[in-house]
C-alpha cells in the first residue's frame, strides 16, 4: 500500500511564505512525476507546479516567479515553497506522484494523491 502525507499548510498573510511538503510511503518502487494541485471553494483542481525525477518543472502562470517546486528523490518526497502568497492562492493544495509499485507478484503503476493541506492567506 502506497500513501502520500502533506504538511505545511496553514494560515498566513498576504505577502508571506509557506512550504508544502509531501512524503510518499510504502511499496515504491520508483516514482516519475511529482506534483501540487489546488482546488479554491467553487472551482476545479487546477495544476500549481510539477517536477520529474530528473528535475524539471513545470509551473502554472499565475505562481511562476513566486513559487518553487523541489524534490528530494532519496525520501521520496516533494516541497512547495510559496513567496509573496496572494488572496487568490487560498485553496487546499493536493500532492500528486506518478509511480511504480511493488505489488507483491507484480508490479503496478499508480496516480496516488494525497489527503490535502489548506492554505489560507488573509489580505
Known amino acids: 500500500q502506497v500513501q502520500l502525507v502533506e504538511s505545511g499548510g496553514g494560515l498566513v498573510q498576504a505577502g508571506g511564505s509557506l512550504r508544502l511538503s509531501c512524503a510518499a510511503s510504502?511499496?515504491?518502487?520508483?516514482?516519475?512525476?511529482m506534483g501540487w494541485y489546488r482546488q479554491a471553494p467553487g472551482k476545479q483542481r487546477e495544476l500549481v507546479a510539477a517536477i520529474t525525477s530528473g528535475g524539471s518543472t513545470n509551473y502554472a502562470d499565475s505562481v511562476k516567479g513566486r513559487f518553487d517546486i523541489s524534490r528530494d528523490n532519496a525520501k521520496n518526497t516533494v516541497y512547495l515553497q510559496m513567496n509573496s502568497l496572494k488572496p487568490e492562492d487560498t485553496a487546499v493544495y493536493y500532492c500528486?506522484?506518478?509511480?511504480?509499485?511493488?505489488?507483491?507478484?507484480?508490479?503496478?503503476?499508480?496516480?496516488?494523491w494525497g489527503q490535502g493541506t489548506l492554505v489560507t492567506v488573509s489580505s
Open positions: 510504502g511499496s515504491i518502487v520508483s516514482i516519475n512525476a
Open positions: 500528486n506522484a506518478d509511480m511504480v509499485y511493488d505489488g507483491g507478484s507484480y508490479y503496478g503503476t499508480l496516480d496516488a
